[in-house]
Every structure is written in C-alpha cells, then in structure tokens.
C-alpha cells in the first residue's frame, strides 16, 4: 500500500472522499521502463494513485497524479492504471475524477509514453456522454495532459496551479511576468477552461458539490432526490433579480441551492445546476448584471459568441445526462464588433443546434426583454421549447419599436415615425401579443414563477422524443 503520511496524492484523496471510503487498488504497480537509468529509480505505484470511495454516499472512482514520483510524469503503467479506473467506472455507472499534478508525458518511455497518453483521450472520449468526467487540477498540468481536462466535462484548478498547452515563456512574444497563460485566473477568466478557482480545500468541496447535484451516469432516470423544500413556496423578489439570473436562480431553487459552471468565463451567459422538487436542474440565462465586491457590474443584454459557446456545452451536456434544461431569457440582440463578426455566427450555430437537438424536457422563461432572433436562439418555441413562460412585463418583439417604423417609413415626417411606432407597439410587441399567437404558454407572476417551473418539469419528466435516424449531427 502507498505511504499514506507523505503521499500527497494519498493524502488528497482522503482530503475529497467522505471519511475511511477510499480504496486503493494496484498499489503495487511499478514502472516497467529499464531505460534511461530508471531501473534504479523508486517508482512506488508508478506515479499515481487509483481506487474508488464514497462522495455524500455516492460512488466515485478516482485517479491521483503523485508529483514525488518521477514528477508525476506519465508512462505505460501509470496510463493503464488510469484507464483502469474509466473502465470500472463506465462498468459501474459512476463519475471518474482526475486530481491532476504531473510535468506531462514520461521522456524515458519514449514513444511508449506517448501511446500511452494517447490511449488515456480514447477512454475518456468513450466516457463523454456516459459517465460524468471532473479533473482537479492541483500542480502543473502541461502539454498533452491539458486536453484530458477539456475532454472531461468540469474542471477545477487551485490557485497556485498551472495549465497549460504552451507555457507563457515559449508563446513568442509573451513571457510568464508579462501574461502567464497558464495560470489559473487566466485559464478562468480568459480562456474560459476551468470552472472554479480556489484554494485547495475549497476546490475539493466544489467536485464534492459537482458529485452530489450530478447523475452517476447517462442511464439514471433523472438527478433526483427528496425535496425538503416548500413546493408552493414563493419567490421572493424575483422580479428584482431579473438583470442578475445568479440570484435568481439561487430564488427558485430548492433550499437555494445553486452551483454555477464557468463562473469566471463569459458571466453575460450564466449556466449552472439548480434543484426543483429535488430534481436537477440545468439553468441557462442571459445575465445583465453581477457583483464585483460592492459594486454592481453591467453586463449588457447582448449575446456574444464567448456566451453562446458556454451556453452550447452546457445544454449538451445536460442533454447527454437526461438533466431537464431551463433558460431565461433576457437579452436584446448580438454583439457588434469586427472580433464577434469573425465568431459569432459559428457560436451562435452551435446553440442554437444544442437547444433544438436536445431532447431533454426544455422551459424558456421570458424574464425580461426578449427582442428579434436573439430572443429565439435562447429556445423559443419554434426552437423546440416544451413550456414558454413569460412575466407580465416581458418585452417581446422583433425590434425596438422606434426603430422598426424608421426602417419601414425611412422618409417620413418625425410624427409619422411617432404615430407609426406607436401603432408598432401596440399590435406588434409585447408578451400578450405573443402569448395570443400560442408562443408564450402562461403569463406568471414573479412570486409564482417556482410552483409552475416544478409543475412543469413534472408534467415533461417522461417526455420521450424519436428524431430521425442518423449517425450524429455536424455541429
């Protein structure tokens, strides 16, 4: 068995698994490698420790990278024993979790090592969709060995970790005391590849929190657990905490609950977890504002393609592990500059595609305004949206109604323009005119909004939807 009092890697997994739940398995496994004077090197479970325990009661399988151990450097034995773990969990339905600390693929196994990281990606690809995937990471995690983090589906970092593809001092031009890319406000904020930043107990109480608000797999027939909620309980102050969807969120959801995905990345696109009669529940909103210390920050009510990229992962996601979706709407159009033409017609693509593939139960709640096609990329109706609820308040139209009579009668009187936006207004806007056309289901009030969004899950949890045959789709 490893040394429990000096192995970091040990002493990690008992710090996340739930008190005396780990069990190790293949402790004896050394390297195999001879060459390169290994052979008279210690190479105690060859770098990394696996075994399964307990998160909340939930079983997890988990791999543990040992830094101490030739730099936690990944060779053939240390690869089988991760692929080893991806099997047993895809065997028995449960979440694989990576906490990753290691220099990247062994130099004295050559080719071998590179295979053998190769065949790390072929598991967890063939895991995606099935099993859920969270990797830690904990020390430096550079080169190859970053990809097993956007494979995954959630990843985390501490604040004095690295990931990097590149490291900051071979980007030309670039150097680490200039802009160290591969730090975790960085990974966080720009690049938009970690989840959550924190130190290294508060990371391990977030994957705790990603374990016990997930399925264990694809095959679960929902997330669920025993609401100790109020079902008819009342949302208090919903309609003040339209422009920050994190609050609101928090507001509807069973005891609060709320836990956000990519919190540091694109915060104009809010996507997260909630519970709703003790169901899991995947929330994707168009945030307008949030909270820098005490200061409030706009957001704007634009999609842009950093948004709508975040968004699309998310719903497919949820999708893959049969997690009900529920977006708020509350956005007045796209972004406008040179960058988001070059990106985001691609991005808005692939949301849209993601809204209207999933076959999961779909709720769009109209929060606030919800203008031209933006409002119908965020799963109108006509995108596939099962339940349309609206407040009473909501701005739906195609355009601001000003402009739309300055672009229909361009060469007419100012009074004309007035008389004719106003007429615009009244026929052709409005969360009535759209409910009259049967693309708003219910008109709710702001106190009201969880007791319907729990009775319409309710209704939609065996939807079942048979779509065409086809092998999968291209976006």
């Known amino acids: 068995m490893s040394n429990v009092t000096n192995n970091p890697a040990i002493q990690r997994m008992n710090e996340l698994l739930d008190e005396h739940s780990f069990v190790e398995l293949g402790a004896l496994v050394t390297s195999r490698n001879t060459d390169f004077d290994l052979n008279q090197q210690q190479t105690p479970s060859d770098g990394v420790v696996i075994g399964h325990g307990l998160i909340d009661g939930n079983l997890v399988f988990v791999f543990s990278q040992d830094a101490s151990v030739l730099n936690g450097s990944i060779g053939e034995m240390h690869a089988k024993k991760i692929m080893s773990v991806y099997d047993m969990a895809m065997k028995m339905g449960a979440p694989v979790i990576g ?68 490291s900051a001092d071979a980007i030309s031009g670039n150097r ?28 391990m109480e977030e994957i705790r929190r990603f374990v016990t608000i997930l399925p264990g797999c694809n095959v679960e027939e929902g997330c669920v657990e025993e609401c100790m909620d109020d079902l008819n309980r009342a949302a208090e102050g919903l309609d003040g905490k339209v422009k920050n969807l994190a609050l609101f969120a928090e507001e509807i959801s069973d005891n609060h609950l709320f836990v956000e995905t990519k919190a540091g990345f694109a915060k104009e696109m809010l996507t997260g977890f909630i519970k709703l009669n003790g169901i899991t529940v995947g929330v994707v909103g168009n945030r307008e504002e949030t909270m820098a210390g005490d200061e409030v920050v706009d957001l704007g009510t634009k999609l842009t393609s950093d948004g709508c990229e975040k968004a699309a992962d998310f719903v497919s996601f949820c999708d893959a592990f049969d997690i009900p979706v529920l977006s708020l709407t509350n956005t007045t159009g796209y972004e406008a500059s040179v960058c988001a033409e070059k990106h985001l017609a691609k991005a808005l693509g692939k949301m849209v595609y993601a809204f209207a593939n999933a076959t999961v139960p779909k709720i769009s709640f109209l929060c606030g305004q919800a203008l031209g096609s933006a409002y119908v990329t965020m799963n109108a109706k006509s995108l596939g949206a099962d339940l349309v609820f609206a407040f009473a308040d909501a701005d739906v139209a195609p355009m601001d109604a000003e402009l739309a009579a300055k672009i229909m009668y361009a060469d007419a009187s100012a009074d004309v323009i007035a008389t004719k936006a106003e007429e615009y207004a009244n026929t052709n806007c409005g969360v009535a005119n759209a409910a009259r056309r049967g693309y708003v289901d219910r008109i709710v009030e702001p106190a009201d909004a969880r007791k319907y969004l729990i009775a319409g899950f309710e209704m939609l949890f065996t939807k079942r939807v048979d779509g065409p045959y086809k092998k999968h789709g291209t976006k």
Request: hydrophobic content about 45%.
């Open 176 to 203: 680490a005391d200039k802009l160290d890319t591969a730090s975790a406000d960085f990974q966080y904020a720009e690049a938009g590849n970690v989840d959550f930043v924190g130190d290294e107990a508060e990371v």
């Open 99 to 166: 906490l990753l600390d290691s220099t990247g693929v062994r130099l004295q196994e050559s080719v071998d090592a590179l295979e053998s990281i190769g065949a790390i990606y072929a598991k967890a690809v063939a895991a995606s969709g099935v099993i859920p995937q969270i990797m830690g990471v904990f020390g430096s995690c550079g080169g190859g060995l970053s990809v097993l983090t956007s494979v995954s589906d959630f990843a985390l970092m501490t604040k004095d970790a690295k990931l990097f593809v590149n």
